[in-house]
């Protein structure tokens, strides 16, 4: 995971996002993976792009060719909403995808505009902490949507004790999967966390095209990642809500740990998360020896 040259990819995130072209990109992909046969048009034998072409999707859409190549190359300017889910629905998205296209469209719908930083992000109220705190037995941790962790309890240090002890700090959960080796062996299921971390990244970009902060962040994972900026090119999306993470901790081994996410209303860009296990399972009695293993004190301050 060396560095990498300035590619165009490198240097438009070291640069800020372009949601122009992230749009065009996207909408790229999504084209890509349309296969012509699943929407009653001949496959041919002379395609030379896969999926379909422009002037199809557009047909199939009921927008004009003009309109979706406009749109494709990034101008949103005047799509309306019955134009982005015609275009949403003749692309098969999901939720998180049509989400998405909208985010995009907004960003681009207009003169770009310089990155900037996004005002720090709040601190976390002394409640939240406390309600953290009391949470004895269940590792849990509250982020920004730059996967930034900006408070846990005991059992979440004890947890992470490999993230926490790889940086001093601002702890980062996308840096730590996708630049720390280390990584590699806690999460067993390594390959799949990687390619989800890059595509909530996506999300968190769509939304926030212009956080410096944030495309500071994908610059640096994609300068120092190939590996990072091959996943980033795909343009996948996901939004952590609920799951199972299977990790090997090294002092109490192989633990199935389920996961839910909690949104916080007084601040919409922070998530809690927090872990637990199926009662009477091994992966319980890892996770109670893991907070038993932590420190009284640990709980009191």
Known sequence: MGSLAMTPLVA???EGMNNRTEMREFLASRRAKIRPEDVGLPAGTNRRVPGLRREELAALAGVSVSWYIRLERGDAVGASDAVLNAIARTLKLDDV???????????????????????SSPAVRRTLQLVLDQMTSLPAVIQNDRTDIL???????ALYSGLISSADGPWNHARYIHLDPGSQQFYREWNEIADYSAAMLHVSAGRN????????????LAT????????????????????????HHHDVGDMDLIYETLS???DPALAMFIYTAEPG??????????????PMAAFQG
């Open 12 to 14: 438009r995130t070291v």
């Open 97 to 119: 995808e049509r989400r998405h296209l909208y985010d995009l469209s907004r960003g681009s719908n207009g003169a770009p505009k310089p990155a900037r930083r996004r005002p």
């Open 151 to 157: 408070a846990l309890n005991a059992p979440a240090r």
């Open 209 to 220: 095209p212009y956080d410096r902060d944030l495309s500071n962040l994908i610059g640096e």
């Open 224 to 247: 120092q990642s190939e590996d990072f900026r091959v996943r980033w090119a795909k343009h996948n999306l996901h939004e952590h809500q609920s799951g199972v993470k299977k990790v």
């Open 264 to 266: 916080l209303p007084g």
């Open 281 to 294: 399972s091994p992966s319980a009695e890892a996770l109670q020896r893991l907070s038993a293993s932590v």
